[in-house]
Structures are given as structure tokens and as C-alpha cells.
């Protein structure tokens, strides 16, 4: 996908992060997706940038990495620092942009969130997954 580029010789991965790309579910999705409906995945150790765009005309977004499991109703502390945009809570105004960039430093099963309040428990949120071993990162849709 053209959301996903990386560089394997220096371990780096960037990816655009699309809030409200398209109308569905009233712009409550990444890149179109929601409720771990996309996965992302790393490898460990590599530094990720997310290219966050609020391309929703009617709502403000913002985006963390957050822990796996249960979704959160608002912001908590990112996984790793620097895994956040700014205005967690009240979000950013339709057309921001800012990237975020971390070093996914430990394995494991994470998901990328809309902290505004209300935003990740009605489906704003993508699997982020940090795999030991793997050899580049990849990008699917999941079940």
C-alpha cells in the first residue's frame, strides 16, 4: 500500500495515518478502518514515524499508541515515547497534520487510538503490533 514505506537497511518504517479518510462510520476510522480492522506491524527495535492527518472535515482527531487490550475512552500514557500526537483529548482541527515518531523498543500487541474522549470506544482504533524477529514491517486488513 502506498500508506507504507520503510527502509530495511535503517530499520526505519513511516506510515500515514489517515484519520476520518472517508465518510464511514460518521469519520470515526483510520485510513477507513476501525475496531482492529487494519493491522500494522514492525519489527522490534525499528523507529516508526506516523504521518497523522485529520482529513475528517467535521471532527477534530488526535492519535497514540496505546496498550493492547482493552480499549480505552480516552487518553492514556502511550506505549513508547513519542508515540502521540499533541491535544490527546480535545483533538486536532480538520486539515492538521504531525508526525509522530518512537522507537518501538518492546514486542507485543498494542493498538493505535483516537484518545478524544468517545472516539476509540466507538471503533477509532487500529491493531499496532511489534514483532521480534520479523524482517520488514507490513500492513493488512484483519478480520
Same mark, same amino acid.
Given at each position: 500500500?502506498?500508506?507504507?514505506?520503510?527502509?530495511?537497511?535503517?530499520?526505519?518504517?513511516?506510515?500515514?495515518?489517515?484519520?476520518?479518510?472517508?465518510?464511514?462510520?460518521?469519520?470515526?476510522?483510520?485510513?477507513?478502518?476501525?475496531?482492529?480492522?487494519?493491522?500494522?506491524?514492525?519489527?522490534e527495535g525499528?523507529?516508526?514515524?506516523?504521518?497523522?492527518?485529520?482529513?475528517?472535515p467535521n471532527?477534530?482527531?488526535?492519535?497514540? #499508541? @496505546?496498550? %493492547?487490550?482493552?480499549? !480505552?475512552?480516552?487518553?492514556?500514557? =502511550?506505549?513508547?515515547?513519542?508515540?502521540?500526537?499533541?491535544?490527546?483529548?480535545?483533538?486536532?482541527?480538520?486539515?492538521?497534520?504531525?508526525?509522530?515518531?518512537?522507537?518501538?523498543?518492546?514486542?507485543?500487541?498494542?493498538?493505535?487510538?483516537?484518545p478524544v474522549?468517545?472516539?476509540?470506544?466507538?471503533?477509532?482504533?487500529?491493531?499496532?503490533? #511489534? @514483532?521480534? %524477529?520479523?524482517?520488514? !514491517?507490513?500492513?493488512?486488513?484483519? =478480520?
Open positions: 500500500t502506498s500508506w507504507l514505506h520503510f527502509d530495511a537497511s535503517a530499520k526505519t518504517a513511516d506510515f500515514d495515518l489517515l484519520a476520518g479518510m472517508t465518510n464511514a462510520f460518521a469519520g470515526l476510522n483510520f485510513n477507513g478502518f476501525r475496531a482492529g480492522g487494519l493491522t500494522l506491524t514492525v519489527p525499528w523507529t516508526v514515524t506516523l504521518h497523522f492527518q485529520n482529513k475528517d471532527l477534530p482527531h488526535s492519535a497514540e #499508541v @496505546a496498550p %493492547g487490550g482493552n480499549v !480505552p475512552s480516552g487518553p492514556v500514557k =502511550p506505549v513508547f515515547d513519542g508515540a502521540e500526537t499533541h491535544s490527546l483529548d480535545t483533538g486536532m482541527p480538520p486539515g492538521a497534520k504531525e508526525d509522530a515518531k518512537f522507537v518501538a523498543a518492546k514486542a507485543g500487541s498494542y493498538m493505535i487510538i483516537c474522549p468517545g472516539h476509540a470506544a466507538a471503533g477509532m482504533w487500529i491493531r499496532f503490533d #511489534v @514483532a521480534a %524477529g520479523a524482517a520488514s !514491517p507490513t500492513l493488512k486488513a484483519t =478480520p
